[in-house]
C-alpha cells in the first residue's frame, strides 16, 4: 500500500471514528436534552401544584375571611337594632301615663308577691299620693296588708318588694338586665334560624 492510501485508510477510520463519536455524542445529547425536558416538566408540575395549592388555600382564607366579614357586620347589625329595641321599650315604659303605670304595677306585684304583705318601695315616678293610692287599691284587690316605704329607689320606674332581708326587685333597671341577656339569646336563636 502507498503512502497516499495509508493517509486515506487513516483518514477515513479517523472520519469514521469522529462520526462514531459524533454519533454517540448526539445520542448522549438528545438522552441529555430528553432527561432534562422530563426533570423540567416534573418540576413544572411540581410548583404548578404547588402554586395551585397556595392559589387554593389564599381563595379559602379570603373567602373565610369575607363570610368573617359578613357575620361581624350581621351581629353589629343585630346588636344595634337589639340596643335601640331596648332603648325604645325603657323610653316606653318610663314615659307611659300614669294610670297605665298604675295598672301595670299592681299587676306585676300582683304577679311577685309571694306574702301580699312586702313593703314597696317605689321609683322615681310619680309623687307620694300617688303611690299611696297604689297601695291602698293592692291592698283592696288581693286583701293584703303591703305598705308604701317613705324611701324612694334609684330608678326610674318600678318597685322593689321587701320583707325582713329579701327584696325582689321589680325595677326597670334590673328588669332590662335580668331580661335583657335571656331576651337576647332567644332573638339569636331567632335569627340563627332563619
Known sequence: MSVEGIINRIFADAQEEAGSIIHGAEKEAGALE???????DEYFERRKSQLDEHYRREKERAVLNKRLDQRKNMLQARQKWMDRAFSDAFEKLTGQPLEEYKGLVIKLITKVS???DEEVIFGK??????FERIVAELNKKTKGKYSLSKKRGDFPWGFILKKEKVEINMSID?????????????VWEIFNAG
Open 114 to 116: 309571694r306574702t301580699n
Open 174 to 186: 334590673s328588669l332590662f338586665k335580668y331580661k335583657r341577656t335571656e331576651l337576647e339569646r332567644k
Open 125 to 130: 315616678k310619680g309623687d307620694a299620693k300617688f
Open 34 to 40: 430528553k432527561e432534562g425536558m422530563r426533570e423540567a
